[in-house]
């Protein structure tokens, strides 16, 4: 359920009921967003790890909550609170009213995931059994250990000197081209 108002009793309890109540007001002060400190153009948002790129003012921060869109800069564009069995997603993008934007194929790829079911987090507490076979009991490595070997190989200076000598040999080959007439006429 999209809305473009702020959300209602009736929209709430369908949320709770396991809905996905997705705000998207036009003014964006009607849906939980605060008002940024200084409104800014931002260039775009990325959604589920893709670009949506268009020119926006940014005047309103979503509430916290689980962030599903960012602003091009890294900053929360959409985030969604679990609600019930469902969860309300406030969006405080605001696309402009005139031009393509809308019809963009990035846009509609973001607007799909944007109307995507609540993601809800499958993880779950590991057991204390599995806490404590993952927390050792050794004592931790000593740095002495943990230190580059100091041996080198015998080879090294030998492939370092004909690395250098090649370098030197095609030095060499190039002035000696360069210095030949390419062609005579006849």
Do not use: K, Y
Request: glycine share 8%.
């Amino acid at each position: 359920l999209l809305l473009r108002d702020a959300p209602s009793a009736a929209d709430s309890a369908w949320a709770t009921a396991g809905g996905t109540l997705v705000t998207w007001s036009a003014d964006s002060a009607s849906d939980g967003t605060r008002r940024t400190s200084t409104p800014d153009t931002i260039g775009g948002i990325v959604v589920d790890g893709r670009a949506a790129l268009f020119m926006a003012v940014r005047t309103h921060a979503p509430p916290a909550g689980r962030v599903i869109a960012r602003w091009i800069d890294g900053e929360p564009a959409v985030t969604e609170q679990a609600q019930g069995a469902g969860c309300i997603r406030a969006v405080s993008v605001m696309v402009p009213a005139a031009g393509d934007v809308t019809l963009r194929p990035s846009f509609q790829d973001a607007l799909r995931v944007l109307m995507r079911p609540c993601m809800r987090s499958t993880a779950e507490p590991i057991a204390d059994s599995t806490r404590a076979l993952l927390a050792g009991s050794g004592p931790l490595a000593l740095a002495g250990v943990l230190r580059a070997s100091s041996s080198r190989s015998a080879a090294t200076p030998w492939l370092l000197a004909a690395a250098l000598l090649l370098l030197l040999v095609e030095l060499v080959v190039r002035r000696s081209n360069a210095a030949e007439p390419s062609g005579m006429a006849s």
